[in-house]
């Protein structure tokens, strides 16, 4: 157990829906790190906050929002999905985000229908 | 776009051989991780080598580094059929904002 929580972990919904993932980093973690992976595009970065911070960007699109609450869980909103939004989401965290293991989530296994 | 790309794509071995994984990456960097992946599941970080160091050991596993040639192997010696999984490598651009950047990971299958 890599301490990162995340849900729910299968989520089935249809096209145009707007769906939220949700996940809660180990203890103490204050960088979070969103990746999608699918299997055309391989394990895509998203995006990373630390401490409440946007810190750097990936490839995420547009319709995909994220934010980092002040408990330091983190949420990543998809919006008007599409088929090819299919995908394993997976959070990390790490203490700074800096040079550091990342510890992986599960992972929300997400269907657009 | 992929930083790092693992080779081969697919390795097939029996219990109790050798598997080496490599990955070659396109710009320097600060440092390359290795993770592995149970079919469908979180990835497990595995070691972490800094461009400054050569070899780094984990019990079973041996990991090299060759900033010359851009490039990292991945060493499993006596391999189990608990060692079937996918493995990846990461790394993070030097001068760059740190965010780990994964290859499309070998699928090892240890047949027992």
């Known amino acids: 157990d890599s301490g990162v929580t995340q849900t729910p972990k299968h989520l089935i919904t249809a096209t145009g829906q707007r769906v939220t993932l949700r996940c809660s980093p180990r203890s103490g973690d204050l960088s979070v790190y969103w990746y999608q992976q699918s299997l055309d595009q391989g394990l895509q970065f998203l995006i990373q906050?630390?401490?409440?911070?946007?810190?750097a960007k990936g490839n995420i699109l547009e319709r995909f929002s994220a934010q980092q609450f002040p408990d330091l869980h983190s949420e990543l909103n998809l919006s008007s999905l599409e088929l090819g939004d299919s995908a394993l989401y997976f959070c990390a965290s790490t203490p700074s985000g800096f040079n550091e293991k990342l510890f992986f989530g599960s992972g929300t296994q997400l269907s657009v229908l | 776009s992929q930083q790092g790309e693992e080779d081969p794509q697919a390795l097939s071995i029996q219990e109790g051989e050798n598997a080496t994984m490599n990955c070659s990456y396109k710009t320097s960097i600060n440092n390359l991780q290795w993770y592995r992946q149970n079919s469908g599941r979180g990835l497990v970080h595995l070691i972490l080598i800094r461009s400054n160091e050569r070899e780094k050991h984990s019990g079973r596993l041996r990991v090299t580094l060759d900033t010359s040639k851009k490039s990292s192997s991945l060493l499993i010696t006596a391999s189990r059929a608990a060692d079937t999984a996918s493995y990846f490598c990461a790394t993070d651009a030097s001068g760059g904002s740190y965010i780990p950047t994964f290859g499309r990971g070998t699928s090892l299958i240890v047949h027992p």
């Open positions: 906050y630390y401490n409440g911070e946007e810190r």
